[in-house]
């Protein structure tokens, strides 16, 4: 079955930026996700790719994709002390249908 | 706005006590989930609905109950048979194009007393 890992904890200096990665194991993923979980709070979808995209840019966050290797990865530029929450990556096929299929996250920690 | 509505926010369980636990959103999504969260872990899928009255078993269904009466509403039952209920309990429904994703509620956490 579908399988996606992700390293447990990462820590940075703010300002620094950060780099979270993520490899998963389904060829037929469509979506793959970036969502963030602040302490006590539910899932926030921070972006997401097309498989068909090497990389997309969105103000602080880029998301580079190596369909090949099946390998993601997401960087924060200039981290603060808001970005520390944990990051979980999250793949998927086509359709509604299909369900999302999480990584165990990877808690960002941002120290001064 | 639209978004996914959990209630409530913490719920306390005594031993063999059933509890349900709320979801509603106002996204007009056709499919909805329940997870699980323990400390330190990731999601664990207990449950899934892809359309009214329609339902499938997750992952740790084992346990738990689901009903799909609404489109708005999914809540999830966690019966005396579930040995180790304390967790924090998540609800999201899925968007449609062009993500896909997911949108999530803000938890439910549980706790056995």
Not at chain 2, 11 to 23: H, P
Request: neutral net charge.
């Amino acid at each position: 079955g579908e399988d996606v890992e992700q390293s447990l904890f990462l820590s940075v200096r703010e300002g620094d930026s950060s780099v979270i990665n993520c490899t998963y194991t389904d060829s037929s993923s469509t979506y793959l996700y970036w969502y963030k979980q602040e302490p006590g709070a539910g899932l926030q979808l921070l972006t997401y790719i097309f498989s068909n995209m090497d990389m997309k840019q969105d103000q602080r966050l880029t998301v580079l994709l190596n369909k090949k290797d099946k390998h993601l990865s997401l960087r924060i530029a200039d981290t603060q002390t808001g970005d520390s929450a944990i990051y979980f990556c999250a793949e998927s096929r086509t359709g509604t249908a299909s369900k999302l299929t999480f990584g165990t996250g990877t808690r960002l920690q941002v120290t001064l | 706005d639209g978004g996914i509505t959990q209630s409530p926010k913490y719920l306390f369980r005594k031993e063999g006590q059933n509890v349900t636990l709320s979801c509603e959103q106002n996204l007009n999504h056709d499919a909805m989930y329940w997870y699980r969260q323990d400390p330190g872990q990731g999601l664990r899928l207990i449950y899934y609905s892809q359309i009214v009255n329609d339902f499938q078993k997750g992952d740790i269904a084992e346990g738990y109950s689901v009903s799909r009466e609404k489109k708005e509403s999914f809540p999830l039952t966690v019966t005396s048979a579930q040995k180790n209920p304390t967790a924090f309990y998540l609800c999201a429904s899925r968007d449609r194009a062009p993500n896909y994703g997911y949108t999530f509620g803000s938890g439910t956490r549980l706790t056995v007393v």
